[in-house]
């Protein structure tokens, strides 16, 4: 059996610690990458690339919310990305499934039901929560969000989600290690697919599917 290769995403060296025994109790040999921001998970993602999953907190240093899976999803689409989060409620979960997760964890479960994720994920199938059985998106203008959202580029995800943190363009740019010039650039094409006038607006917007959220 080969050696299956797994990021863990989480901010929590405690919650690391917890997936990290999950993950050990499970058969055959295992790689354990570990990430406490969003951007060592952006990197780790780019330096492990034939990793076969990652276990992502939605909300980590460095990322807002559903912007870091959309970035990842996007620029890394061969790795699956499983949500890890508190916030387990049926429209959480939905948000996260319709924006390319390939399962969904609660903080809350036992680590035989994390175990039971993984191996769902890892066997091609989607996992979801006990109890969990399935969403519908009922407000128009947030489907039409989630399918604005699905539009933006990797980098412009990112972006995004560094608009949300509160930093300047000239602190974004340095972090990418990009010109302002760009990040300028990134703005305007974020405002143009979401359809607003200021940055500001843009971050009132991703803060709409992320409203239920908390961890």
């Given at each position: 059996?080969?050696?299956?290769?797994?990021?863990?995403?989480?901010?929590?060296?405690?919650?690391?610690?917890?997936?990290?025994?999950?993950?050990?109790?499970?058969?055959?040999?295992?790689?354990?990458?570990?990430?406490?921001?969003?951007?060592?998970?952006?990197?780790?993602?780019?330096?492990?690339?034939?990793?076969?999953?990652?276990?992502?907190?939605?909300?980590?240093?460095?990322?807002?919310?559903?912007?870091?899976?959309?970035?990842l999803r996007a620029e890394f689409p061969n790795l699956p990305v499983v949500i890890v989060s508190a916030s387990d409620d049926a429209s959480t979960v939905h948000r996260a499934?319709?924006?390319?997760?390939?399962?969904?964890?609660?903080?809350?479960?036992?680590?035989?039901?994390?175990?039971?994720?993984?191996?769902?994920?890892?066997?091609?199938?989607?996992?979801?929560?006990?109890?969990?059985?399935?969403?519908?998106?009922?407000?128009?203008?947030?489907?039409?969000?989630?399918?604005?959202?699905?539009?933006?580029?990797?980098?412009?995800?990112?972006?995004?989600?560094?608009?949300?943190?509160?930093?300047?363009?000239?602190?974004?740019?340095?972090?990418?290690?990009?010109?302002?010039?760009?990040?300028?650039?990134?703005?305007?094409?974020?405002?143009?697919?979401?359809?607003?006038?200021?940055?500001?607006?843009?971050?009132?917007?991703?803060?709409?599917?992320?409203?239920?959220?908390?961890?």
């Open positions: 059996m080969s050696t299956l290769s797994i990021i863990i995403a989480d901010d929590h060296p405690l919650f690391r610690g917890a997936l990290r025994q999950a993950i050990g109790g499970m058969e055959g040999d295992h790689a354990i990458i570990e990430a406490g921001d969003f951007s060592a998970a952006h990197q780790a993602a780019a330096e492990h690339s034939g990793a076969d999953l990652m276990l992502l907190d939605l909300a980590m240093p460095g990322v807002s919310g559903f912007s870091g899976l959309m970035a499934l319709q924006l390319g997760a390939s399962g969904f964890i609660s903080k809350s479960s036992g680590i035989d039901d994390i175990r039971a994720a993984i191996r769902s994920v890892l066997a091609g199938d989607i996992a979801t929560p006990p109890g969990y059985h399935g969403a519908v998106e009922t407000d128009p203008e947030s489907a039409d969000l989630i399918n604005r959202l699905r539009t933006l580029t990797p980098q412009q995800s990112r972006v995004l989600g560094m608009l949300a943190e509160g930093l300047l363009n000239k602190q974004i740019a340095y972090e990418l290690g990009v010109s302002e010039a760009t990040i300028k650039a990134h703005v305007s094409a974020i405002l143009l697919k979401l359809n607003v006038d200021s940055r500001t607006q843009a971050v009132i917007q991703l803060g709409k599917i992320n409203t239920s959220m908390v961890a």
